[in-house]
């Protein structure tokens, strides 16, 4: 019966991964850097710790993965989740890891892969939202240039009048 056990125990690994992979605010956090120049060497170290954690912890909470996977990703990617991604891929891996406990290796690999399906997903989507190199975006072609007369020196303008009252005094020349 040992065999079975090992089998769903590499598919939870292959899980961790899937999961991990397609979600966004980890991706994003790799792509861009934030994990430093080893960022993608760091997510997939997470892999291994994410499935460490769940194996050495018996009876896991959501809460207490959310606070671990948002403890990782603030150490090391300098990243803080808000987008409610967290509950989700918390939620994903205890389901991924209840099907290892049971030993449903079928149903652990359907979920691996609409994971994996949805990690093509979000990779296409981050290439699509990613600018093209050396085309300037919108805002910077609406935007007209500022022309500064710099034709007749002379003494600088008076200063607006204030607002709230205050006078503003200067200094008389002798």
């Known amino acids: 019966m040992a065999a079975p056990r090992e089998e769903t125990r590499g598919l939870f ?15 994003i956090a790799v792509e861009h850097g934030f994990g430093g120049a080893h960022g993608g060497a760091k997510a997939e170290w997470l892999v291994g710790v994410v499935e460490q954690y769940f ?16 403890e990782v ?19 994903q891996l ?15 690999t359907e979920a691996i892969a609409r994971l994996a399906w949805r990690q093509q997903e979000v990779g296409r989507a981050a290439t699509q939202a990613r600018p093209a190199e050396g085309s300037s975006s919108e805002e910077e072609e609406e935007k007209p240039e500022e022309v500064m007369d710099c034709s007749s020196p002379g003494p600088p303008p008076d200063p607006p009048p204030a607002d709230d009252g205050w006078t503003v005094v200067q200094k008389k020349k002798k």
């Open 13 to 27: 690994s292959q899980g961790v991964r899937a999961v991990l992979g397609s979600w966004a605010a980890l991706q």
């Open 55 to 70: 194996h050495s912890n018996a009876a896991l909470e959501l809460d207490e993965v959310e606070d671990f996977l948002a």
């Open 73 to 91: 990703l603030n150490n090391e990617f300098d990243t803080i989740v808000e987008d409610g991604s967290l509950a989700e891929v918390s939620q």
């Open 94 to 108: 205890q389901l991924l890891f209840a099907l290892c406990q049971r030993g449903e290796g079928p149903a652990l």
